[in-house]
T-cell receptor, first 112, second 113 residues
């Protein structure tokens, strides 16, 4: 069974640009969540999607957005990038209500 | 109320020893408590999880102890091996309406020979 696939693995962007990250969940998992991981703030919840609807949102500015497609694949977008957005962005999928999230290997975003 | 506090920040254990990592939570609505293991360059991997109706769960060398009244839970790694050297995160979630994971700050475990 294929795991959670995130693309790309690495990105370097310039301040002010925007970026789109992609996540393909485990087959059958319709809940997809996104997390940001930094050395200073640890793992922080960004948002969760289920059946193309955002169920929950973390405490991040509106520059961070996401969406989910009918095949459960998800994308997150960060606009007007800031240096502080440099982080590992992790996607996790699960069967809704079970709590058992499976994480991908993440996208390492560097903003210069 | 959403915090999960984890200690210690780092831990060095000899091969064959017992590694113990502790977490405490505040939100009594949490009903799912997983532990994740993360190696450099990888995403967190689910190690073991427990629900509050159980006081202990064991899977191989890994055991979660759960104290509902104290709002604390811990991970014990028996017979620690160098391959266990990684960062461990405790987490908690309410699997109902707000199923997001709230993570602890992580414990970097080093198992020496």
């Amino acid at each position: 069974k294929a795991g959670v696939t995130q693309t790309p693995r690495y990105l370097i962007k310039t301040r002010g640009q925007q970026v789109t990250l992609s996540c393909s969940p485990i087959s059958g998992h319709r809940s997809v969540s996104w997390y940001q991981q930094t050395p200073g703030q640890g793992l922080q919840f960004l948002f969760e999607y289920f059946s193309e609807t955002q169920r929950n949102k973390g405490n991040f500015p509106g520059r961070f957005s996401g969406r989910q497609f009918s095949n459960s694949r998800s994308e997150m977008n960060v606009s007007t990038l800031e240096l502080g957005d440099s982080a590992l962005y992790l996607c996790a999928s699960s069967i809704l209500g079970t709590g058992g999230y499976t994480f991908g290997s993440g996208t390492r975003l560097t903003v210069v | 109320q959403q915090q999960v506090k984890q200690s210690p920040q780092s831990l060095i254990v000899q091969k064959g020893g017992i590694s113990i990592i502790n977490c405490a939570y505040e939100n009594t609505a949490f009903d799912y408590f997983p532990w994740y293991q993360q190696f450099p360059g990888k995403g967190p991997a689910l190690l073991i999880a427990i629900r509050p109706d159980v006081s202990e769960k064991k899977e191989g060398r890994f055991t979660i102890s759960f104290n509902k009244s104290a709002k604390q839970f811990s991970l014990h790694i028996m017979d620690s091996q160098p391959g266990d050297s990684a960062t461990y995160f405790c987490a908690a979630s309410n699997t109902g309406t707000a199923s997001k994971l709230t993570f602890g700050t992580g414990t970097r475990l080093q198992v020496t020979l």
